[in-house]
């Protein structure tokens, strides 16, 4: 059973810092590329970043040159390192793996709060 468990958030001024962790189970982790999702209120999840396998990295426009995406195929475990927060990276942050191998369950996130 895949077992997905966001943490790390909270709440930060303008500026800050938080670094996500995601611990995985029940899953193909060496095999699956993984990503960092969010959710604002009233939007839709969109993704942020994405790591592959390989440990090549992608971002979204908006969060490029700030976020980085890392993961530990010993542990099974994904973090994003949150840098230059701003306010409207305030969501609700989800991993997952992309693409067609994203899982069915999601956890149940992490909330960041970036106050100005």
């Known amino acids: 059973q895949v077992q997905l468990v966001e943490s790390g958030g909270g709440l930060v001024q303008a500026g800050g810092s938080l670094r996500l962790s995601c611990t995985t189970s029940?899953?193909?982790?060496?095999?699956?590329?993984m990503g960092w999702y969010r959710q604002a209120p009233g939007k839709r999840r969109t993704l942020v970043a994405t790591?592959?396998?390989?440990?090549?990295?992608t971002y979204a426009d908006s969060v490029k040159t700030r976020f980085a995406i890392s993961r530990d195929n010993v542990k099974n475990m994904v973090y994003l390192q949150m840098n230059s927060l701003k306010p409207e990276d305030t969501a609700v942050y989800y991993c997952?793996?992309?693409?067609?191998?994203?899982?069915?369950?999601w956890g149940q996130g992490t909330q960041v709060t970036v106050s100005s």
């Open positions: 997952n793996a992309v693409g067609l191998r994203v899982y069915d369950s």
């Open positions: 029940g899953t193909r982790f060496s095999i699956d590329n």
């Open positions: 790591i592959t396998t390989a440990g090549f990295t």
